[in-house]
């Protein structure tokens, strides 16, 4: 049967809200059931042995999971997708499936930070060496290439200081020296950047964020293409790693109305980001959809959308006045998370976990994220809470 989610030629829009659906294979109910189960019988000792059945066990994935599994495949336009507990276990699986002991790997500097903590403490005692690069480096990444180096590691734009990469530079080089390429795409999601579609190899998401939308679920997604997705497979399931019914249920759930919420983050994202720029407290903002952003124009060819997460430089001003400012914000939340439909702040210092670039900001950094509130009242918030800063400064 034939879904109107699998038609290439339809919106991204209109293709979320079908993907994975197969509403006559449960009696016309429009959601997949959550099935929730780990024994999973066969009718015969032939069928047993033989593993004719659809399912074998429940931690290899029920009707629920895979829905989830086939929508994002579907979307990502990948070969296969596994899904994972989080978001870092969506990368240390992913990881996993391509590097072992005796490799070499290269991670963007701008990565987010427990990525580099689980190549410090995981990957380096397995004998796995990371050597860190420049988010900007380009093609000249091939300069940084070892006879051993087995995967290139992206992010774009980088954890919280919104580099840019030229992905399909790095790819390039990549391709040509027959080394596997990953990417962290959490903030892009496949609406708005398909890693595939530039030759990476392994797109990973936390689906924790926009794919969940609601602040209430763990989830991770890799979506494999071509060769990378034996190794994905046959990692993720040596590892017995498995999600709940329940959390695939709310990926699917938030899956449906991810697109219209993207639509509502990137406009409200822009907005306040613009009218930050403009404020006297502020010295830059961090956006690469704004034109003033370093990275602007490989963002605007490479990606089609940006969503509601950018940081900003405020001026120079104590830090008791820093804590003034969050104090007195009243719609955001201090947490750290991200991709809900709330509103939320953050202060943030990377100079202590770079090492291939220098991370040396003029006054302090915040990150935000503009959630589904109305862009006036979020600036209305932004505004006293700036002013209040500026008089404890």
């Known amino acids: 049967m034939s879904h109107a989610g699998d038609d290439d030629a339809l919106a991204p829009e209109t293709r979320v809200v079908h993907l994975g659906l197969d509403p006559f294979r449960f009696d016309g109910f429009v959601n997949p059931p959550v099935v929730r189960g780990s024994t999973v019988l066969s009718p015969t000792y032939k069928d047993l042995v033989g593993h004719t059945g659809r399912y074998s066990y429940g931690r290899r994935g029920n009707p629920t999971s895979e829905a989830l599994q086939n929508a994002v495949t579907a979307l990502e336009g990948g070969d296969g997708t596994v899904l994972t507990p989080s978001g870092l276990s969506a990368i240390s699986v992913a990881l996993l499936s391509v590097v072992g002991a005796g490799d070499h790997l290269l991670m963007v500097d701008t ?63 990549a391709k040509a020296r027959g080394i596997t390429t990953l990417i962290d795409n959490t903030w892009a999601t496949p609406l708005f950047f398909k890693p595939h579609a530039f030759g990476i190899d392994l797109s990973i998401q936390a689906g924790t964020k926009y794919l969940g939308g609601h602040a209430d679920l763990n989830l991770g997604t890799v979506s494999a293409k071509g060769d990378a997705w034996k190794g994905l497979i046959a990692t993720h399931g040596d590892m017995g790693i498995c999600i709940s019914p329940d959390d695939a249920a709310l990926g699917l759930r938030g899956l449906r109305t991810l697109a219209v919420r993207l639509a509502r983050h990137q406009a409200s994202g822009l907005e306040v980001a613009r009218w930050l720029e403009a404020s006297p407290y502020v010295s830059r903002v961090l956006h690469p959809a704004l034109e003033s952003h370093p990275g602007h124009a490989i963002w605007k060819r490479d990606f089609t959308g940006a969503c509601g997460l950018f940081s900003l430089i405020l001026k120079p001003v104590p830090e008791a006045a820093v804590a003034t400012f969050f104090d007195s914000l009243k719609l955001f939340g201090m947490g750290y998370s991200w991709g809900g439909f709330e509103c939320l702040a953050i202060p943030f210092d990377c100079s202590s976990y770079r090492t291939a670039t220098t991370w040396q900001p003029e006054g302090p950094a915040v990150r935000l994220h503009i959630g589904l509130e109305e862009p006036a009242d979020i600036i209305a918030d932004l505004k006293q809470a700036l002013e209040k800063m500026a008089a404890a400064a």
């Open 111 to 173: 990565a987010y930070n427990p990525t580099r903590q689980f190549c410090t403490r995981v990957l380096k005692r397995m004998g796995v060496e990371t050597t860190y690069y420049d988010p900007l480096v380009g093609a000249g990444i091939s300069d940084l290439i070892r006879p051993n180096t087995r995967a290139i590691f992206l992010e774009s734009p980088g954890s919280q200081s919104f580099e840019m990469q030229d992905i399909p530079a790095i790819v390039a080089v």
